[in-house]
């Protein structure tokens, strides 16, 4: 059974958002930079100055973009009392380990699933994803509920020292995230990853979240599961050249760590992916399809705890990965964001419960619950 993650409340201007997250996250800010920075050195093949070359180049680019989370960067720094170039480089992870061919084969990570309103039994939006990743990055996940100003209040799960990743907003806006790796990837400084769900969860307006991200200059490829409350969910494969569409087929739209796009397929860009990417987004589909117009939380969660393929299911336990790094499920959500709910269950879910976190300045924002209710 792992522990809860951690719960952080963040309010004032960009740097004294990041400086809060720095300082009160600061053990885990270090977990993550002592994590990345021998994964850059092994895997990417670079030396630690190249590691910081490549993130001022990056640092030019977020400054460029958006000068607000730049200065929420270095108030993270401050506050960890970390390098500026070390916190850079870990929300450029994707980027680095990922963003060039270099023969490197992608580890996979994430299921994400969508039940729009006319699936639901409630006639709700309800979203959930696995967070894949390395077992290591367990240690380093937080909860943020932040309320920056000038910015729209929101709720993200993400490794300490990063400001982006799955998230929603007071707005209804929710970002999701699979990695996807293309042979459009080839070393692009771009906006990271981490920055582009960050500037999707500032939008006020459907419109702008997708924007954001469509017209921004991506460094790598990746998935994003934009969805809104009101009963909407889109799915974009980005490469730094394209944006794919994929949209939900009677109410159900399922994703993994492959393009589903048929344009994307037949361009050439999806190459790089592993079987079981295959299977685990078709697992959730069936498993999900016969219970359209009736699905509850208690549905999504079972999704969320399927086992087929174990250990490289929908919920992953730690298992070596031949030519990568071990990998399990570290966090598993559920966004109920039409109730103002995000369920976070640390690492598998199988081995865990359901932590209820709300937005900052909502009724009941923090709850612990032993599961989560139907």
Known sequence: ??????????????????????????????????????????????????????????????????????????????????????????????????????????????????????????GKI??????????????????????????????????????????????????????????????????PIPILRRRILHSRHYYEAIDSLALAPRGASGNYLIAHRDGVAIDFETTPDNVYVVYPERGLLTHSNHFQSVVAQTTGATKFYTGDTLYRDFRARQLLEPKIGKITIEDIKAVMRDEFGAPRAICRTPHDYPGHEPTMTIASLIFDVGNDALYVAPGPPTQSEYQLVRLPGSRASVENRAAVEA
């Open 126 to 191: 309800l979203i959930g994803k696995n967070w894949d990743w390395r077992c290591p990055a367990i240690e380093s996940v937080v909860i943020l509920r932040v309320r920056q100003k000038g910015k729209p209040a929101l709720t993200m799960v993400v490794e300490a020292g990063m400001v982006g990743r799955d998230g929603y907003n007071e707005h209804g806006v929710i970002v999701c995230g699979n990695l996807l790796v293309s042979t459009h990837d080839r070393g692009r400084a771009g906006v």
């Open 1 to 122: 059974m792992h522990k809860p993650f951690p719960v952080f409340s963040l309010e004032g201007d960009a740097y004294e958002c990041g400086f809060q997250h720095g300082e009160a996250a600061a053990a885990r800010v270090a977990k993550t930079v002592e994590h990345y920075l021998p994964a850059f050195v092994r895997q990417a093949k670079l030396t630690l100055d190249e590691v910081c070359a490549k993130a001022r180049a990056y640092g030019a680019q977020i400054e460029a973009i958006d000068a607000d989370i730049m200065q929420e960067l270095r108030g993270i720094a401050a506050g960890a009392k970390q390098p500026l170039e070390h916190v850079i480089a870990v929300n450029c992870r994707t980027e680095i380990l990922y963003g060039s061919l270099g023969g490197t084969k992608p580890a996979t990570e994430c299921t994400t699933v969508v039940a729009l309103p006319e699936a639901t039994r409630d």
